[in-house]
């Protein structure tokens, strides 16, 4: 068995001070370089901005690095000009990211990497393509949440490098990163465990052929420490520790190389890609369930306020020329560091550059308002429950007493979308009404508030191309306001919200749910598409296997999964029909979120259910009032 470790220098460490930087260049790349230097075969990662800094701050440690890799003692590894969460980001920033991360390699290094991490180890296959556009051959990616979503899998695949499919017909080499693996390396260097029981957990694999990755992580964590959390312990030492424990690797097993070497030891020949995604888990992420993709979306200092500012932009540039140093800008603003442990500074700085930004590319734009005053009140004489309106291709039944939440949608006579009843299954864990086109905020140990209350709605069916209809809600702390604009031509409708909250609290906040109606759909074919940091949709058919992207990891961490949605757009369906949902990120970067519970007796639950706010342990609240607007489209393509 071989061995092979790739060390990240992250300049940008969410928790790091500015002032800081220079300390960790010292204290963590200094002996770092030293390793490399001492003959010990290390992999080294930087981002374009990183490398920046480091070249800014400490010259002579760039030109250290130059030479080690001219003499192959070290390999450098890319990973783009910022650490971007690409299945969150659109195509052409995550584009934009690695040709900037390449043409900072190359200027700096006088090379281009092959090799590339994936950030964060957020992984899916189209936003992956970004990579190998810019000329990577190869991907590092963790090993321990695909192999738990593959089950088909051999577990001795992990010593050996793959070939994985991006889809479009591209694929890549694959080396393996191993949470646990890396886990046990942090654990012997500050000191919980000792050499000879981690060189005994080596043994194991002593009979093995191939390589494993003994640690694929954060050199900017030993001897230092940023002081994120009260109980953190200075580190002293550590860097002797890896020292010693990288001698007993060479002189005790078949020893280190380089990830490079990994593939060209180990190739893969002919071998059928592989995919890492899946269709209840179709973004990877690294480590334990927390690390998930709501992390950098829905929670931090408001990280859906911010990513959605951060859309706008990206639409700016497409219809103007923005300049490198534009790019360079907005890519750092898409910074996964600056949607965690920001540190105080470092956000006021982000956010001072946003607004510079915000006033060069964005143009003046009127507040969009419901105008739900310019609608008539809906005359009620005999207080029904319910109110239709019909067009010749649909219908919309809205219930008034659960605050125009959708009864039923009816599409050429069939039920697609609308509210499941209580007691429609045996499981009495279902029992429940499951509701559309409804809101619902969960503050941390309190009560739900939602919008499903006795209203007075307002009208419009006069107009010749919509009928509208709408409704407020007020509530303590909380105003709901919501229209329906139903097209009297084609089988769509428009659905706006605004939802006011008085200040940032802790609470989910999941903004709209659709229910959609079992009796049109063939449960064998039915698919999801979805945008996630790519230029094509992806496409995951429906299995037999759980998905609840809502359901609750602990009391700190509400949720395990998330979509991305990067152009907007999910498509629900099955091989005849299907309903398109649609969003403008840039007015609000909601998180899709499916539920896919089937049913002993073919009975089914599906759910969209888009989130505003998800908590863990990075969020902080505000004072500052919150407002969340969208318009949803929703289109049927019924046969």
Not at 548 to 569: C, I, W, Y
Not at 570 to 596: C, R, W
Request: with cysteine; aromatic share 10%.
């Amino acid at each position: 068995m071989n061995y092979f470790i790739v060390f990240y220098m992250n300049l940008m460490f969410s928790a790091l001070k500015a002032e800081d930087r220079e300390v960790v260049l010292d204290k963590c790349m200094e002996p770092l370089l030293k390793l490399g230097e001492n003959g010990f075969p290390v992999a080294i990662q930087m981002s374009g901005l990183s490398l920046e800094y480091l070249a800014k701050l400490r010259p002579q440690q760039l030109e250290r690095l130059r030479g080690l890799i001219e003499k192959g003692y070290c390999e450098f590894i890319g990973n783009g000009y910022s650490q971007i969460i690409q299945p969150l980001v659109p195509w052409e920033v995550n584009l934009k990211n690695q040709e900037l991360g390449m043409k900072c390699y190359e200027e700096m290094l006088g090379l281009r990497p092959k090799i590339a991490t994936i950030n964060e180890m957020a992984f899916s296959a189209s936003s992956s393509r970004s990579f190998t556009t810019v000329g990577y051959s190869g991907l590092v990616m963790e090993w321990n949440n695909p192999y738990k979503a593959h089950a088909e899998w051999d577990s001795s695949m992990k010593y050996f490098p793959q070939k994985i499919d991006l889809g479009q017909g591209d694929k890549s080499d694959l080396l393996w990163g191993d949470t646990i693996l890396t886990q046990k390396f942090q654990r012997y260097v500050h000191g919980e465990i000792e050499l000879n029981e981690y060189m005994n957990e080596l043994s194991q694999y002593k009979d093995q052929k191939g390589a494993l990755c003994l640690y694929c992580s954060d050199a900017e964590v030993f001897d230092f420490r940023p002081r994120r959390y009260g109980n953190e312990v200075l580190g002293q030492g550590e860097w002797l520790r890896i020292s010693k424990l990288l001698e007993s690797v060479q002189k005790e097993t078949s020893g280190l190389i380089l990830p490079s070497n990994v593939i060209k030891n180990f190739p893969n020949g002919d071998t059928n890609p592989i995919k890492l995604e899946s269709y209840w888990q179709p973004i990877v992420v690294k480590k334990q369930d927390k690390y998930n993709i709501n992390r950098w979306a829905l929670s931090g200092r408001d990280d859906f306020a911010f990513n959605t500012r951060c859309y706008s932009l990206a639409n700016a540039f497409k219809e103007g020329e923005p300049g490198p140093e534009d790019w360079r800008n907005l890519c750092f603003l898409w910074s996964s560091d600056l949607r965690t442990h920001i540190e105080e500074n470092r956000w006021v700085y982000a956010q001072n550059l946003l607004e510079k930004l915000e006033l060069k590319w964005l143009k003046d734009s009127e507040d969009r308002d419901l105008n739900l005053t310019k609608l008539k009140k809906f005359s009620n004489p005999n207080k029904d429950r319910f109110i239709e309106l019909k067009t010749p291709q649909q219908s919309l039944k809205l219930d008034l007493k659960k605050g125009l939440s959708l009864k039923e949608w009816l599409v050429n006579g069939n039920s697609i979308l609308g509210t499941v009843p209580h007691g429609f299954f045996d499981d009495i864990s279902l029992a429940a009404d499951f509701y559309s086109c409804h809101s619902v905020i969960e503050p941390q140990g309190d009560h739900k508030i939602t919008d499903l209350e006795d209203i007075d709605p307002w009208i419009d069916d006069e107009n010749d191309e919509f009928i509208y209809v709408g409704m407020q809600l007020n509530k303590p702390d909380y105003i709901f306001k919501k229209k329906y604009s139903i097209n009297k031509k084609t089988k769509e409708f428009h659905l706006e919200q605004a939802i006011e909250i008085s200040h940032r609290r802790k609470s989910l906040i999941r903004s709209i749910h659709f229910t959609i109606l079992p009796g049109l759909w063939d449960q064998g074919s039915l698919f999801y598409k979805i945008m996630l940091g790519g230029n094509k949709l992806e496409h995951f058919n429906f299995g037999n296997k759980i998905i609840d992207h809502t359901q609750n990891l602990n009391q700190l961490v509400s949720t395990r999964h998330g979509l991305g949605a990067t152009d907007g757009e999910i498509h629900i369906g099955d091989t005849k029909n299907s309903i398109i949902f649609k969003h403008e990120p840039s007015e609000a970067a909601l998180v899709p979120h499916l539920q896919y519970l089937p049913q002993k007796n073919g009975h089914y639950l599906l759910r969209l259910i888009y989130s505003a706010q998800e908590l863990d342990e990075t969020f902080k609240t505000s004072d500052k009032p919150q407002i969340i607007k969208h318009k949803l489209l929703v289109r049927a393509d019924i046969e």
